[in-house]
């Protein structure tokens, strides 16, 4: 049974500033989301919290397998994943930038390197394994992020504004990335961005973010 | 008579004397283990203060910061006091030993140890640890994660405490007591040589030991080179 997504009535405020108010959505079908907003709008909170980084001051957030809620574990937290915009790169190879969450799952051997340099391929990085990651381009980094989170074959995929500080031909690429695993449909995709043009042609659903309400488009 | 100094200590040094050996290898010997015992202690501890909460961490790391400068003759005396036969460890006989002199010089590690490890993790971008929490990481996880990214300041910590006990000279002075064949190490043989006006010994010693702290250096400098720091911030 695939793994659901609903949040319910979120509130979030940031020393006495609310960022989110009343927030209420449901992620249950393959395909990409699009939350859109200007900078500051609480995107990347809404983000955050959907991905059990940050807990809300008030709501909830279920993740479901059928008809049942999932407790927060750690075996539900590795299958889901965000990517963040500074990456957070480790300071060794592409490869085993890529490998991490795979190698903490106890993944080895030839399914790793296999699953990985599809991974790598499919963001196009696969030439530079071998280079260490933070010689990469801001970029590249970002292509190097989502390939680590497509490693682990994430359930639902959190893409926290991907394209914000990656010059075009990057933005392109990551465009081109995201258009690939949509046309796949296998996971929930939620991306955030502020460029409304990027939103249009990602999303299957556009959901935008304004004075910290939450409203479909 | 500078130059006939020189010459002779060179001499030493390519004939491979004995005595001189004997030196040398006693100063690894000693400052290595206090090293790794300082390590052993010392790199948990700062993994502790760099990533867990606890009370009263701030008085500590500035305790630890100032124990960094620790002068080795009052370490000496401390140590001395202890082992002494009035002493509290008096009974276990260690005054004037190897041991005695590796006690000293781990009380003078240990501090260096903590300060630079402890600053090494908590420089790691906070970005990793998020990272490796997106990933799927255990709590665990995520600390080895980030201590692995400060590998680098690390080893330059470990190597700095190294580089302080190979070349002091006063705690082991006290503790060790600079008998020949037994306690005498590079630097307290300097003192004594030079005491004596004996010169080439000394000089020898002082050449081997600037070229192991060039080389300690060289290495630290290595390591600083490697070490990526990344500034990472919220949204």
Known sequence: MGLRLDVLSISKSYSGKAVLKDCSLSFDKAGVYVLMGQNGTGKSTFLRICSLLENPDSGEVNYLSGDNILIKDIGL????TLVLPKVGLFNTTVFNNAAYGMKIRGIKGRELKERIDSALNFVGLLHKKSQNALTLSSG?????GIARALAIEPEILFLDEPTASVDEENTRIIEDIILNMKKERR????ITTHDGVQ???????LLLLDKGWIVER | MLIEAFKKAFSLIF????ELLGIIFLSFKVSGAALLIASAIGLPLAAILGLKKIPAKGIF?????????LPPVVVGLFVYMMLSRSGSLGFMGLLY??????????????????SLCHSAIISVDRNIRLASQTLGATPFQISVAVI????YGIMSGIIAALGRVMAEVGAILIVGGNIAGYTRVMTTTIALETDKGNFELAIALGIILLTVSLCINMFLHLFQKREVVQAGLWD
């Not at chain 1, 996971?187 to 939620?190: G, V």
């Not at chain 2, 004939?15 to 004995?18: A, E, I, Q, T, V």
């Not at chain 2, 030993?97 to 903590?114: D, E, F, G, H």
């Open chain 1, 187 to 190: 996971s929930i995709i939620i």
């Open chain 1, 199 to 205: 939103a249009g042609r990602l999303s299957d659903r």
């Open chain 2, 97 to 114: 030993t190897p041991s005695a002199m590796i006690i000293a010089q781990t009380i003078l590690a240990l501090p260096i140890v903590v």
């Open chain 2, 148 to 151: 692995k990214e400060s590998r």
């Open chain 1, 140 to 144: 590249e980094a970002q292509r190097l």
């Open chain 2, 15 to 18: 004939s491979l004397d004995p």
């Open chain 1, 77 to 80: 937290r590795r299958r889901i």
């Open chain 2, 61 to 69: 790391v500035s305790l630890m910061n100032t124990f960094m400068g």
